[in-house]
């Protein structure tokens, strides 16, 4: 039996629960919501990027979790520890159980830096870092200027999915830029391993990610994975996961690794009624319900929608998520409003950035009537000063109303 009822429960206090509880409360301020969220600080993420590059503090991308759960809504400082979905109840790892009408599950994904053998406590050390974790990011920063004439820094890029997929490159042309900035980039050696078999996964953006990585000399190596790390020998180990030398394992020197590291749901999550095969709270991909539990809700990270899994995303699932819980619960038909939307904007240097926006099926759909394969110092803008601003002022205090993407673009600009 469960200790406490709620109408709305949402388990997860990060991007996505906090955002859907801010929305709920102005369209409905007279539902009792809770959040099951165990962390003290919440970051905003997207900034981890410019923290290794020394663009910004950390300390600028972090705020109190209980400083950003809306007025009226319950904090629940704790850990989701099983999910009974039969009987509308989760769990929680304190042993109290909370019941709802409705769950929205927001938990996010996790950093699974273990499934390297040696990487968890090779990180923080002997060049050995990663922008994916707010315990790391600014050891990137100091590893960067630390890189001396010819010297060779490593990047990786692990199996999909995870979370922001532009952000490995974002470190390799932010290296290669300061490297370049000091003179130091033609002496240097450049290596991006990474697991799929291109770039990017939009082939808009790929071809002009490619010209990037050319400009400057960085030797990208495709369908490679990180295996193996040993941060003392400063010895990488890879397996060749395509081609005719498949299965095949190589060392690599470094003297600076940056490791994005392999990502998956919870185990909390993967162990539930919730989940589909692979892991994910298997959902309606476009009206974000549940594809069994009618009253079950999910969207960021830890959801099954095919899509690029950012914070972009969840600012457009966010407001569908909302509007189809009220309908289910008036008794309502459901809306489709989901289209797949992610964003990225690709840093390529200090003062320049690709701002690649999509949906479904890799489709170009920019805000901005700019051409978007354009590197431009306002997409740097938006990424560095605008996007912070916008989040922490607007989508985190649950306002709904956002620009269009165009979803005609590549209809009236057909690739060359």
């Known amino acids: 039996m469960a200790n406490h009822h709620h109408q709305v429960l949402i388990v997860g206090g990060g991007t996505a629960g906090i955002t859907v509880a801010a929305s709920l409360r102005r369209r409905a301020p007279q539902l009792d919501i809770a959040i099951v969220e165990p962390a003290e600080h919440h970051y905003y993420q997207p900034a981890f990027t410019l923290v290794g590059a020394g663009e910004t503090q950390l300390e600028a991308t972090r705020r109190s979790v209980a400083g950003?759960?809306?007025?009226?809504?319950?904090?629940?400082?704790?850990?989701?520890?099983?999910?009974?979905?039969?009987?509308?109840?989760?769990?929680?790892?304190?042993?109290?159980?909370?019941?709802?009408?409705?769950?929205?599950?927001?938990?996010?994904?996790?950093?699974?830096?273990?499934?390297?053998?040696?990487?968890?406590?090779?990180?923080?050390?002997?060049?050995?870092?990663?922008?994916?974790?707010?315990?790391?990011?600014?050891?990137?920063?100091?590893?960067?200027?630390?890189?001396?004439?010819?010297?060779?820094?490593?990047?990786?890029?692990?199996?999909?999915?995870?979370?922001?997929?532009?952000?490995?490159?974002?470190?390799?042309?932010?290296?290669?830029?300061?490297?370049?900035?000091?003179?130091?980039?033609?002496?240097?050696?450049?290596?991006?391993?990474?697991?799929?078999?291109?770039?990017?996964?939009?082939?808009?953006?790929?071809?002009?990610?490619?010209?990037?990585?050319?400009?400057?000399?960085?030797?990208?190596?495709?369908?490679?994975?990180?295996?193996?790390?040993?941060?003392?020998g400063k010895r990488a180990t890879f397996e060749v996961v395509g081609g005719d030398k498949q299965g095949e394992r190589i060392e690599v020197g470094f003297d600076m690794l940056h490791v994005?590291?392999?990502?998956?749901?919870?185990?909390?999550?993967?162990?539930?009624?919730?989940?589909?095969?692979?892991?994910?709270?298997?959902?309606?991909?476009?009206?974000?319900?549940?594809?069994?539990?009618?009253?079950?809700?999910?969207?960021?990270?830890?959801?099954?929608?095919?899509?690029?899994?950012?914070?972009?995303?969840?600012?457009?699932?966010?407001?569908?998520?909302v509007r189809n819980l009220l309908r289910a619960m008036a008794g309502g038909e459901l809306e489709p409003g989901y289209d797949g939307y992610a964003s990225c904007p690709l840093t390529t240097a200090r003062g320049k950035a690709i701002l690649a926006e999509f949906i479904y099926g890799g489709k170009v759909t920019p805000t901005l009537p700019l051409n978007p394969a354009l590197e431009r110092w306002v997409n740097w803008w938006i990424k560095k000063t605008g996007l912070p601003v916008f989040y922490w002022n607007y989508m985190l205090k649950g306002h709904e109303w956002f620009p269009k993407h165009d979803t005609s673009f590549e209809s009236a600009n057909p690739p060359s």
């Open 260 to 321: 994005s590291p392999p990502q998956s749901p919870p185990a909390v999550i993967k162990g539930s009624a919730l989940a589909n095969p692979a892991g994910w709270v298997d959902v309606n991909q476009n009206t974000m319900q549940h594809t069994r539990f009618a009253n079950v809700f999910s969207l960021g990270d830890v959801c099954s929608t095919p899509n690029s899994k950012t914070a972009a995303a969840v600012r457009k699932q966010s407001p569908v998520v």
């Open 68 to 232: 950003l759960v809306p007025s009226g809504v319950k904090l629940i400082r704790a850990a989701a520890g099983a999910f009974r979905p039969e009987a509308n109840a989760v769990d929680l790892a304190s042993g109290d159980s909370v019941g709802y009408d409705w769950l929205v599950v927001a938990t996010g994904i996790g950093l699974d830096f273990d499934r390297v053998a040696g990487l968890k406590e090779a990180l923080g050390a002997n060049g050995v870092c990663s922008n994916y974790s707010p315990a790391h990011a600014p050891y990137t920063w100091r590893c960067v200027q630390d890189l001396k004439p010819g010297a060779r820094a490593v990047f990786t890029q692990p199996p999909l999915p995870f979370k922001c997929p532009g952000a490995p490159q974002k470190a390799v042309y932010m290296t290669a830029d300061y490297l370049q900035r000091k003179g130091q980039l033609a002496g240097s050696t450049l290596e991006y391993y990474v697991h799929g078999p291109a770039i990017f996964g939009v082939p808009f953006f790929a071809k002009e990610l490619t010209k990037v990585i050319a400009r400057y000399g960085v030797a990208a190596k495709f369908q490679h994975n990180l295996v193996a790390v040993d941060g003392p």
